[in-house]
Each structure stands twice: as C-alpha cells, then as structure tokens.
Nanobody, 122 residues
Framework: QVQLVESGGGSVQAGGSLRLSCTPSGFALSRNCMGWFRQGPGKEREAVAQINKGGGTNYTGSVQGRFTISKDNAKNTLYLQMNSLKPEDTAMYYC????????????????WGQGTQVTVSS
C-alpha cells in the first residue's frame, strides 16, 4: 500500500520559518519524483516545488529564494524548508509522488498525502 504522510506544519509569525516533512511508505523515495502543493482558503491548489529522482529542483516564482525542497534517501524523507514566511503562504500543504520525472514536470502525480496546515500571522 502506498501512503504519504506530511508533518511539520503549525502557526508562525511573518518572517518565521518552518520545515515540512513527507515520509512515503510502500515505495522508495529515491525511485520517485516528488512535489509540494498548497491550497489556501478560497484558492485553487497550486504547485510549490518539485524534485526529480536525480535531485534536480523547480520552484514557483512566489517562493523562489525563500523555500527549499530537498530529500534524504537514507531516511526516505522529503523536506520543504520555508523561510521568510508571509501571510499569503497560509495554506494546507500537500506532498505528492510519481514514478516518472516527465509526469512530475507536468505537475501530474499519482499519489497524494492528506496535508499539513501552515498558518502565518501578521
């Protein structure tokens, strides 16, 4: 059974930092491309960051320079380091996975987690 479990969300003040984690079960992180998505109140879900099997990364412009996606294959854990957080970063954050780099590049993922809430106050 394939599962993705996110953790690390919480409430912080603007300018603060959080690190989200995503731990897959049922497959190896090293054999999949991974992505972070978010959905704020009244907004559509948007792609935040992506990392392919070889470690190459991509980011949406709104988080460029502030967020960093990384992975630890030995721990089978994906991370999203979020610095200089802004109120507009408030959202439910989701981890996603797929076995094909080409699919991930198109923001197409087969597996999704339940999400972890991030709230940034002014």
């Amino acid at each position: 059974q394939v599962q993705l479990v996110e953790s690390g969300g919480g409430s912080v003040q603007a300018g603060g930092s959080l690190r989200l984690s995503c731990t897959p079960s049922g497959f190896a992180l090293s054999r999949n491309c991974m992505g972070w998505f978010r959905q704020g109140p009244g907004k559509e879900r948007e792609a935040v960051a992506q990392i392919n099997k070889g470690g190459g990364t991509n980011y949406t412009g709104s988080v460029q320079g502030r967020f960093t996606i990384s992975k630890d294959n030995a721990k089978n854990t994906l991370y999203l380091q979020m610095n200089s957080l802004k109120p507009e970063d408030t959202a439910m954050y989701y981890c996603a996975a797929d076995g094909w780099d080409r699919r991930c590049a198109r923001n197409e993922y087969n597996y999704w987690g339940q999400g972890t809430q991030v709230t940034v106050s002014s």
